[in-house]
């Protein structure tokens, strides 16, 4: 079954329809939604004709879990193309994307975290992922995480551990210039073609068999799809994650060499 079809989706999309249809004067919001939750509500909005009135955010740029906001249609009469996030910020002020508030988090000093040790500990105490979006770490023991206004005073007054040391959290007041880098570690190869088989089995470092076994079970995601058909085309701009592996984005699949082969580059999320 596609995602576009599941009830995962079709619940999420009903829950986007309703923001649309509310006659608001402030923008409404989701909760944060994953890249692949972006991706698909993304294409749904464009066909339905909607995209214009939407914009994704997740607190600063560069973010990767961001929620989708749907702007008033003045806002969206008023703006110049492109520019729908200056215009929300102009017309509906700070309070435009307020649903959204970063928090840090600071150890005591004694040991290095990791996003996990974060993820964790913050979700042991009771609330969803989708009330959290990107974990920033800032220093060895400090990080920042954007969190929805409905969670954050919760965060901040509660006692939190991350494994053995007593972390505080606050608001955060973020630079204009914060931003979030996402590191990525280059990926060459060649391949024989542009098949998803062949190029699974690069970015893996797989057998060409070993690849087709891996689609054929499930494994392999193409634009945040799992694939059944070995054959089926890749190309630059797509988004290629291998469970058990990582997630690669195709930068460019052309230029035959001498032997006819085709020249793979591509990033790997880090």
Same mark, same amino acid.
């Given at each position: 079954? +596609?995602?576009?079809?599941?009830?995962?989706?079709?619940?999420?999309?009903? +829950?986007?329809?309703d923001?649309?249809?509310?006659?608001?004067? %402030?923008a409404?919001?989701?909760?944060?939604?994953?890249?692949k939750?972006?991706?698909f509500?993304?294409?749904?909005?464009r066909r339905?004709?909607?995209? +214009?009135?939407?914009?994704?955010?997740?607190?600063?740029?560069?973010?990767?879990?961001?929620k989708l906001?749907?702007?008033?249609?003045?806002?969206?009469?008023?703006?110049?193309?492109?520019?729908?996030?200056?215009?929300?910020?102009?017309?509906l002020?700070?309070?435009?994307?307020?649903?959204? &508030?970063?928090?840090?988090i600071?150890?005591?000093?004694?040991?290095?975290?990791t +996003?996990?040790?974060?993820?964790?500990?913050? =979700?042991?105490?009771?609330?969803?992922? !989708?009330s =959290?979006?990107?974990?920033?770490?800032?220093?060895?023991?400090?990080?920042v995480?954007?969190?929805?206004?409905? &969670?954050a005073?919760?965060?901040?007054?509660?006692?939190?551990?991350?494994?053995?040391?007593? &972390?505080?959290?606050?608001?955060?007041?973020?630079?204009?210039?914060?931003?979030?880098?996402?590191?990525?570690s280059?990926v060459s190869?060649t391949?024989?073609?542009?098949?998803?088989?062949? &190029?699974?089995?690069?970015l893996?470092?797989?057998?060409?068999?070993?690849?087709k076994?891996?689609?054929?079970?499930?494994?392999? %995601?193409?634009n945040?799809?799992?694939q059944s !058909?070995?054959d089926?085309?890749?190309? !630059?701009?797509?988004?290629?994650?291998?469970?058990?592996?990582?997630?690669?984005?195709?930068?460019?699949?052309?230029?035959?060499?001498?032997?006819?082969r085709?020249?793979?580059?591509?990033?790997?999320?880090?």
């Amino acid at each position: 079954m +596609h995602y576009l079809d599941s009830d995962e989706f079709k619940l999420l999309f009903a +829950h986007v329809r309703d923001l649309l249809d509310r006659p608001a004067a %402030e923008a409404l919001s989701t909760a944060f939604l994953n890249p692949k939750e972006q991706y698909f509500l993304s294409q749904e909005l464009r066909r339905q004709g909607a995209f +214009h009135r939407t914009l994704f955010y997740g607190g600063a740029p560069g973010a990767a879990r961001q929620k989708l906001f749907v702007l008033p249609l003045y806002v969206c009469d008023l703006c110049e193309d492109g520019g729908l996030f200056d215009a929300a910020k102009l017309y509906l002020g700070d309070e435009a994307f307020s649903s959204i &508030v970063p928090l840090c988090i600071t150890g005591g000093g004694f040991r290095t975290f990791t +996003h996990r040790d974060y993820l964790g500990s913050l =979700l042991s105490l009771g609330i969803s992922r !989708a009330s =959290l979006g990107d974990i920033v770490p800032t220093r060895e023991c400090a990080a920042v995480v954007f969190a929805d206004a409905a &969670v954050a005073d919760f965060l901040c007054g509660e006692n939190v551990r991350i494994a053995s040391d007593k &972390v505080r959290i606050t608001r955060a007041t973020l630079p204009q210039s914060f931003c979030i880098v996402q590191r990525f570690s280059p990926v060459s190869d060649t391949v024989a073609s542009p098949r998803l088989d062949a &190029v699974a089995a690069a970015l893996g470092n797989l057998s060409r068999e070993r690849a087709k076994e891996e689609i054929l079970r499930g494994a392999v %995601e193409l634009n945040y799809e799992a694939q059944s !058909a070995p054959d089926a085309p890749v190309a !630059a701009g797509d988004i290629l994650t291998l469970h058990g592996v990582g997630k690669f984005e195709i930068a460019e699949l052309s230029d035959k060499t001498k032997k006819g082969r085709l020249r793979l580059l591509a990033k790997r999320y880090e």
